[in-house]
């Protein structure tokens, strides 16, 4: 009776795929798992472009103080805070980027689980492990929110530091 399920097309609760269909969803994983490591290259590529632009910002904004006084106290004030800004919207960009890793990731977890072998698959290992997967999750989201929280401190220490300097 098994064998006979079997060759109907299921295989215990999944239907088994065509040789074309199987082939398909396979490129489909392959394209999908690059798109997820350009995002995750993105993500840091923007932290590094945040990081760069910040010291030019810095740099641009030390250098030229005293032209910066003729804008009066607001506008110095203003001034101070645009490294923030920059590294806002650069943390916005990335948590986009997250999203769509986390979105990706999902549906791979399901093509994983519906194509591979029973009980096999990173994603099968990771669900199976207790607390792995989530540990993996928060371990590399604390580390990259980390290094965000430490670019926007130091961007608010400059903005300390400029307003107290000039006033």
């Avoid at 098994?2 to 609760?13: I, L, M, P, S, T």
């Avoid at 977890?109 to 519906?114: F, Y």
């Avoid at 929110?145 to 400059?158: Q, T």
Wanted: aromatic share 12%.
């Amino acid at each position: 009776m098994e064998q006979a399920k079997a060759r109907e097309g299921e295989a215990g609760d999944r239907p088994v795929l065509a040789p074309a269909e199987l082939q398909f969803h396979l490129e489909e994983y392959r394209t999908l798992r690059a798109e997820i490591n350009g995002n995750i290259r993105s993500q840091f590529e923007t932290y590094l472009y945040a990081l760069v632009a910040n010291g030019g910002i810095v740099a641009w904004l030390l250098t030229n103080r005293v032209n910066l006084e003729a804008f009066g106290e607001w506008g110095v004030r203003l001034a101070a805070f645009v490294p923030l800004l920059v590294t806002l919207l650069a943390y916005c960009w990335t948590l986009f980027h997250g999203t769509h890793i986390q979105a990706i990731g999902s549906y791979l977890a399901r093509l994983e689980s519906r194509v591979g072998a029973a009980g096999l698959g990173w994603e099968a290992f990771l669900t199976d492990q207790p607390g792995v997967r989530r540990s993996h999750w928060l371990k590399r989201m604390h580390y990259g929110r980390l290094l965000w929280i430490i670019l926007a401190s130091a961007d608010i220490g400059f903005a300390a530091f400029l307003v107290t300097m000039t006033s």
